[in-house]
């Protein structure tokens, strides 16, 4: 979604590859930098110091709280959950994406969205 960081947090400290892949499905603008210009930058700057911390930590939090709602939520919780913080996601991103990022199959989802509407 919009003005989402988006990365691999432990290809970032590692330095290896990452196994994931990130399609981007709408039109975006995208942003990047080299860790070591990054790394460069941290050391002459304190606020952006800072500001990378930040997103390291709410990158481990929201891959935690991926981890705990598959879990310890049931699919269509985790649909709601969706639902939730994404309004509209599903009038913007096709069914078998939606499906794969909850963990479910699309037979699945259609079966969980009819019963909520």
Do not use: W
């Amino acid at each position: 979604m919009e003005n989402q960081f988006v990365g691999a947090v432990p290809a970032l400290f590692t330095g290896e590859p990452s196994h994931k892949a990130v399609e981007i499905l709408e039109d975006s603008v995208i942003e990047s930098i080299p860790y070591a210009e990054m790394e460069q930058m941290c050391c002459q700057n304190i606020e952006i110091c800072n500001l990378g911390r930040k997103i390291a930590i709410i990158g481990f939090l929201e891959g935690q709280q991926r981890m705990e709602d598959m879990r310890f939520l049931s699919a269509a919780e985790r649909y709601e959950e969706l639902l939730r913080k994404y309004p509209g996601i599903t009038n913007r991103v096709p069914l078998k994406h939606i499906a794969s990022l909850l963990g479910i199959t699309p037979v699945s989802l259609s079966r969980i969205r009819g019963g909520n509407q």
